[in-house]
């Protein structure tokens, strides 16, 4: 299949299925010398794994990453990054039945239609499973920021009805708090949100934001490689994504060009804005400002309760899915929004290397 590689110059093929044998990475484009160990990504995959508290899936996997290739002593060596993370909880037998339909809100009607074939235990390639190797790579490609002065941070936004104070923002929560809220009163009416969704055996959906700091102007490519549409692109890819804001996103639409430019201003010598309604990017490139991504996530298709569906006959059934499901796939879904954002602004930085003549001669220039 096409479409499992994404970037420029650092670039990523992610590779595996939900109930394979295991999921993975190829990392090509990192430079050499940055210094990287398994413990580096592991906290990232720790952030997405499941069966780690009632607000996820019940499956219990130690996501345990293996650097296979492109790292020695400690550093990488600029050749292709090898990373590895082996299924050890799979029950493919939770899947047998619905080889012969097609459940509500999956992809196995578009899966079956476009390759005739496909592999049904947990959706495959179409399972959030294979955002293992996206978590893998974004660490690597985070580690790389924060060497440059850049900073990536995501959270959830909302679950359902319920909403995270922003006035109220707790860095700290997002790590400690079940849902990934950065407020921890909204948290817990989360939790007791999704157990009434729980009981009613049903499913939630919610929002998450992510934030962009330090990243300098004039990162981006002004027609089909802008900023803003690349990390749209990104965002979307993450399944179950639905909807991808940047900056004030859909209320711009309600407003006056007088309410909704942002003026500039100097400060320090340096033009900055007096808003940021634009979220840190005009035309397709950033302009030194706070970048501001939200994403809209579905509710998980898969609920505990009678739906009508067909099978792959022609016939109208009605269908009870069996398996391990998130009731809200947010929580889980933050930290590859994290990641997918922080892929998207280090290629940009390196790809922005050839921009300028004077750049170019400045770092190949050696003195006589």
Not at 44 to 65: C, F, I, M, N, Q
Not at 127 to 147: D, M
Request: aromatic share 6%.
């Amino acid at each position: 299949m096409a479409g499992s590689t994404y970037g420029n110059v650092f670039k990523i093929t992610t590779w595996g299925e939900s109930h394979g044998k295991a999921l993975g990475v190829v990392v090509d484009g990192c430079p050499a010398g940055l210094e990287l160990e398994e413990a580096d990504i592991q906290c990232y995959l720790d952030r997405r794994k499941p069966g780690t508290s009632a607000a996820v899936t019940s499956r219990k996997e130690p996501d345990r990453v293996e650097i296979l290739s492109g790292v020695f002593e400690g550093r990488t060596t600029g050749t292709p990054i090898s990373l590895m993370v082996r299924n050890t909880a799979q029950i493919s037998g939770d899947y047998s039945d619905i080889a012969s339909y097609y459940r509500p809100g999956h992809a196995d009607y578009t899966f079956d239609e476009k390759y005739g074939f496909r592999d049904y235990r947990g959706g495959g390639r179409s399972s959030g499973r294979e955002t293992v190797g996206r978590v893998a790579a974004g660490a690597i490609a985070c580690k790389v920021l924060e060497q440059l002065g850049v900073s990536v941070c995501a959270y959830t936004r909302s679950i359902g009805p319920v909403e995270a104070n922003l006035d109220k923002f707790d860095a700290e929560a997002i790590r400690k708090t079940v849902t990934a809220m950065p407020d921890e009163e909204a948290d817990r009416r989360a939790l007791q949100y999704l157990e009434e969704i729980r009981q009613a055996t049903d499913s939630a959906g919610g929002c998450m934001e992510c934030v962009v700091e330090g990243l300098p102007a004039g990162i981006g490519e002004p027609v089909f490689e802008k900023l803003d549409a690349n990390l749209a692109k990104a965002v979307m890819s993450i399944g179950a994504v639905k909807a991808v804001e940047i900056g004030d996103g859909c209320l711009v639409s309600a407003r006056r060009g007088s309410e909704n430019n942002d003026g500039f201003r100097m400060e320090n010598g340096v033009p900055v804005k007096s808003t940021n309604h634009a979220g840190g990017i005009l035309g397709g490139i950033s302009d030194g400002d706070t970048i501001h991504i939200r994403a809209h996530v579905k509710p998980t298709p898969s609920i505990y309760r009678t739906q009508r569906t067909v099978n792959r006959s022609g016939g109208e059934i009605e269908v009870n899915i069996k398996g391990r499901h998130d009731p809200v796939i947010v929580p889980r879904a933050v930290v590859v929004l994290e990641c997918m954002t922080a892929l998207t602004v280090l290629d940009a930085m390196l790809l922005n290397l050839s921009a300028r003549m004077d750049s170019i001669v400045k770092f190949y220039h050696r003195e006589a």
